[in-house]
């Protein structure tokens, strides 16, 4: 029997078709339980949007998206090249099904790599050759670990990983994150929430905003610092009723001062 996969549950939430029936049962049951999920990762997709045009303001043309997921529309590439045709963009992610979607949808794009690999084993990342091949890391680079981090269990050293990464990069190299909490989250949606993603092969580990800002030590946070996703340097008023439904999920960015 088919087991449900977070990634291509995501892409469900997005309104897309590259997932299966089991996918799509426990996407159902998500939001039977908790219906903003739908709205929360829309709003994910928007601060997505936001990160890389605050990039791109700051000079940066390379982008290292960790745990990349199905792309859809919205996606880094198409906000980077769109405002600056010179960037380039390696795609990470462990998922099989995801990275063959990528290599199918954005075989022609020669600014844009795909690779397979484990966002968590950043060592195999960084030799990676769609990533060294690709990416000068003699030059600042925006790493981006959006809705991801929260699939990486404490055993693993999340902050440690970050880490690595940081140590990689030149100074100047800037750091999103986006991770969920369980903050206003009854007992209830909390349980029944982290049982449907134990299914998965990738069960969530919720953190507060205290554990987010320990996951960035070393890195310097930009204002406003670790914020609901909504909250980050919005475009526009948010909504009251978007901004409750959402907040149980945190984001944040932050640079590297010294490699």
Same mark, same amino acid.
């Given at each position: 029997? /088919?087991? #449900?996969?977070?990634? $291509?549950?995501?892409?469900?939430?997005?309104?897309?078709?590259? +997932?299966?029936?089991?996918?799509?049962?426990?996407? /159902?049951?998500?939001?039977? =339980?908790?219906?903003?999920?739908?709205?929360?990762?829309?709003?994910?997709?928007?601060?997505?949007?936001? !990160? !890389?045009?605050?990039?791109?303001?700051? @000079?940066?043309? /390379?982008?290292?998206?960790?745990?990349?997921?199905?792309?859809?529309?919205?996606?880094?590439?198409?906000?980077?090249?769109?405002?600056?045709?010179?960037?380039?963009?390696?795609?990470?992610?462990?998922?099989?099904?995801?990275?063959?979607?990528?290599?199918? =949808?954005?075989?022609?794009? #020669?600014?844009?790599?795909?690779? /397979?690999?484990?966002?968590?084993?950043?060592?195999?990342?960084? %030799?990676?050759?769609? !990533?060294?091949?690709?990416?000068?890391?003699?030059? #600042?680079?925006?790493?981006?670990?959006? &809705?991801?981090?929260?699939?990486?269990?404490?055993? %693993?050293?999340?902050?440690?990983? =970050?880490?690595?990464? $940081?140590?990689?990069?030149?100074?100047? &190299?800037?750091?999103?994150?986006?991770?969920? %909490? @369980?903050?206003?989250?009854?007992?209830?949606?909390?349980?029944?929430?982290?049982?449907?993603?134990?299914?998965?092969?990738? #069960?969530?580990?919720? $953190?507060?905003?205290?554990?987010?800002?320990?996951?960035?030590?070393?890195? %310097?946070?930009?204002?406003? @610092?670790?914020?609901?996703?909504?909250?980050?340097?919005?475009?526009?008023?948010?909504?009251?009723?978007?901004?409750?439904?959402?907040? +149980?999920?945190?984001?944040?960015?932050?640079?590297?001062?010294?490699?």
């Amino acid at each position: 029997m /088919q087991r #449900p996969n977070a990634a $291509r549950m995501y892409d469900y939430f997005l309104g897309g078709t590259q +997932n299966f029936p089991a996918d799509r049962v426990a996407a /159902q049951r998500q939001l039977g =339980l908790l219906p903003a999920t739908r709205v929360g990762v829309r709003e994910n997709r928007a601060f997505l949007r936001r !990160v !890389v045009r605050h990039c791109i303001g700051r @000079g940066i043309r /390379q982008f290292l998206d960790l745990g990349s997921g199905i792309p859809t529309a919205g996606n880094v590439h198409e906000v980077a090249l769109r405002d600056a045709p010179d960037s380039v963009i390696a795609y990470v992610d462990h998922e099989p099904v995801a990275v063959a979607h990528g290599l199918r =949808l954005l075989h022609d794009e #020669p600014n844009v790599t795909v690779t /397979q690999a484990d966002l968590a084993e950043p060592r195999d990342v960084l %030799s990676a050759a769609g !990533v060294r091949g690709l990416l000068d890391f003699d030059r #600042p680079i925006a790493v981006l670990a959006l &809705s991801v981090l929260h699939f990486v269990p404490d055993e %693993s050293d999340p902050a440690g990983i =970050l880490a690595t990464y $940081r140590r990689s990069c030149a100074p100047g &190299s800037v750091l999103a994150i986006s991770h969920a %909490s @369980g903050a206003g989250l009854t007992t209830t949606q909390v349980t029944e929430g982290l049982r449907i993603y134990d299914e998965t092969p990738t #069960p969530l580990t919720l $953190r507060p905003a205290d554990r987010v800002d320990e996951l960035l030590a070393g890195w %310097s946070v930009v204002s406003p @610092g670790v914020v609901p996703v909504v909250d980050w340097r919005p475009e526009h008023q948010v909504d009251p009723d978007v901004r409750e439904a959402v907040g +149980n999920g945190w984001a944040a960015v932050a640079v590297a001062t010294e490699a």
